[in-house]
Nanobody
Framework: QVQLVESGGGSVQAGGSLRLSCAAS????????MAWFRQAPGKEREFVASISRSGDTTYYAESVKGRFTISRDNAKNTVYLQMNSLKPEDTAVYYC??????????????????WGQGTQVTVSS
């Protein structure tokens, strides 16, 4: 079992930045590929970014490429999402997720084994 706890959400104006963190506990963090998803009201949960177990491979949704950066610190059991140039359409609850597989290029939610409780990000225009 892996427990995931997100933090760092909040309200920001368009063009601003936020950094989300996801702290993991329970199992060996470096055995899990990690990802961030988001869900806006009335919409399905969508993939944002993912990172391999070692951190050497990352993958992004087209909508955030060039603005968001995913990273991890295996010594701290933490994955991050740096979000720059935020837009109102980035408003959503952001979730981190963990999966036991090797590949970082996995964008479907059912493929992930563990989920955090989510953190709200609100971007105003």
């Amino acid at each position: 079992q892996v427990q995931l706890v997100e933090s760092g959400g909040g309200s920001v104006q368009a063009g601003g930045s936020l950094r989300l963190s996801c702290a993991a506990s329970g199992r060996t963090f470096s055995n899990y590929a990690m990802a961030w998803f988001r869900q806006a009201p009335g919409k399905e949960r969508e993939f944002v970014a993912s990172i391999s177990r070692s951190g050497d491979t990352t993958y992004y949704a087209e909508s955030v490429k060039g603005r968001f950066t995913i990273s991890r610190d295996n010594a701290k059991n933490t994955v991050y999402l740096q979000m720059n140039s935020l837009k109102p359409e980035d408003t959503a609850v952001y979730y981190c997720a963990a999966r036991r597989g090797i590949s970082a290029v996995v964008t479907t939610a059912p493929a992930y084994d563990y989920w955090g409780q989510g953190t709200q990000v609100t971007v105003s225009s």
